[in-house]
């Protein structure tokens, strides 16, 4: 076999491939072997058929199938023997077998960006206090009421109240796209709304026993949920079940109740302490997320369009289990073409992009420094999992193998001692909490120190 390797562009690559027909000629004898012991022709005995006639009647499709089957083989030898890294399924152009010729074909291939990392150490990182007011603290102990809340059948009124529990039957649509849950909780003390934004202020005051009740009105247009985002919203509501809160005092005997302290104050502060862990484990991730874009920033590569568009399209799903968690029919929404998967990839191209880059470098600078993930950290991370979800850890890593889980495992744990390295080594200054508002003078002024240290 005859391999030659051409770069079209950094990421790109053509390869022509060329087998001699010593190697064909054989494939197609077993091809047609196999064929002829498993062919039924009238008038022939299995197995009896002639030759000649199979050939005459199938050639197409075996032709086909040896050829498919030798691109595949070939390619996968190639890619194995030549160290190819491709991102996305190989381009084949048009291929056929001709006797006697050698059989060739061409293949285009997207390849990892070759990246020499540079400037990732020492990264000037600022790290913003650790914040917990006492409203938060009111949310949690809230979180605990509700968890010891008794739920009544509601007497002696035939209207919703601003703190019942409804049980609702919807449908109608949220812009284009249609509603496909049925029936859904909404708690109408929530102030986020429920599973919709806006839906639980706008069922204060609905009859108990309300049929088809319409509710028409828009959603905010800075929502984060880009899909649902400035959407008029028309439904028509069907009250199924309605239920009174009969809430606990919050008091001694309530914490005690909780199993979490003997006091309330004890309960507020074991509340206030895990919410600060909470929060340092976000401020965590905040710094990992500016150490990424900065050292993004800093090295510039060129990018393979496939391995964008792999990240836009895990963006995507993303973005479309938020519309199946408020409720909407996706699938009919695809059908419809309400929803545009493509318009959505484009929406989200710069942040796949960018997602993209710093998946590439922080695996280049893993490469370059020798960091790797060995059976004891992966037995360990598999460990935990298990752990969380009460299962059988030798169980689990079976389950893992068998899905062909084990390989990305092993690349998270990379990538998280990556960025653990990174972080240890970065320069990092704790923000002053009374320096937390930031005038546009100020802002201007440090953006143009930070361009100007980009820039050096």
């Known amino acids: 076999m005859q391999i030659t390797i051409e770069d079209i562009s950094p990421v790109e690559k053509r390869v022509d491939f060329e087998l001699p027909w010593t190697d064909v000629a054989p494939k197609l004898e077993k091809a047609y072997s196999d064929l ?10 299995p197995g009896k058929v002639p030759r000649a006639l199979v050939e005459k009647l199938y050639h197409h499709q075996v032709e086909s199938d040896v050829a498919k089957e030798l691109v595949e083989s070939t390619i996968r030898q190639a890619i194995a023997d030549h160290q190819i890294q491709p ?30 990392p540079k400037d990732y150490t020492g990264v000037e990182l600022k790290r913003r206090p650790v914040a917990v007011d006492e409203q938060q603290v009111v949310a949690a102990l809230e979180g605990y009421r509700k968890r010891l809340t008794e739920y009544k ?18 449908h109608g649509r949220i812009g284009e796209n249609k509603v496909k849950r049925n029936q859904v909780g ?16 706008r069922l204060h005051g609905i009859a108990l026993d309300a049929v088809d009740f319409e509710i028409k009105y828009k959603l905010a247009d800075d929502l984060p949920q880009k899909e649902l985002a400035g959407r008029e919203v028309s439904l028509k509501v069907t009250v199924k079940d309605a239920r009174e809160k009969k809430e606990r005092a919050v008091d001694d005997e309530f914490a005690k109740d909780t199993g979490e302290a003997e006091t309330l104050e004890g309960l507020k502060e074991k509340l206030r302490q895990r919410l600060q862990d909470a929060d340092r484990q976000r401020i965590d991730g905040e710094l ?46 695809l059908e419809a073409g309400a929803i545009d998967i493509p318009r959505m990839k484009r929406e989200f191209k710069t942040e796949a992009e960018a997602e993209a880059r710093g998946s590439i470098l922080i695996q ?16 360990k991370r598999i460990a935990e999992i298990a752990a969380s979800r009460q299962e059988n850890a030798k169980k689990l890593r079976a389950e893992l193998e068998t899905q062909g889980q084990l390989p990305g495992l092993r690349a998270q744990l990379i990538e998280q001692k990556t960025l653990d390295m990174l972080i240890s080594q970065a320069k990092i200054s704790d923000e002053d909490p009374a320096r937390l508002i930031v005038t546009p003078d100020e802002a201007k002024t440090e953006a143009e120190a930070d361009k100007k240290k980009r820039n050096r």
């Open 36 to 45: 002829r012991r498993e062919v039924r022709l009238k008038g022939f005995r």
């Open 87 to 116: 991102v996305a399924p190989l381009e084949v152009d048009n291929y056929e077998i001709i006797a006697g010729a050698p059989f060739k074909f061409t293949a285009k291939v997207e390849v990892r960006s070759q990246v020499v």
């Open 288 to 333: 990992r997320g500016q150490l990424v874009k900065e050292i993004v920033v800093r090295n510039e590569f060129p990018m393979a369009p496939s391995l964008v568009d792999r990240h836009a399209g895990a963006i995507v799903n993303r973005a479309l289990q938020q519309l199946m968690l408020a409720g909407i029919d996706v699938q009919a929404g």
């Open 364 to 379: 280049a600078i893993a490469e370059r420094e020798g960091i790797t993930a060995s059976d004891a950290d992966l037995q």
């Open 186 to 201: 909404v708690d109408l003390e929530d102030k986020s709304g429920g599973p919709l934004p806006g839906l639980g202020e």
């Open 153 to 170: 059948p509601i007497e002696g009124r035939t209207v919703a109240g601003p703190t019942d529990m409804l049980m609702i039957e919807v």
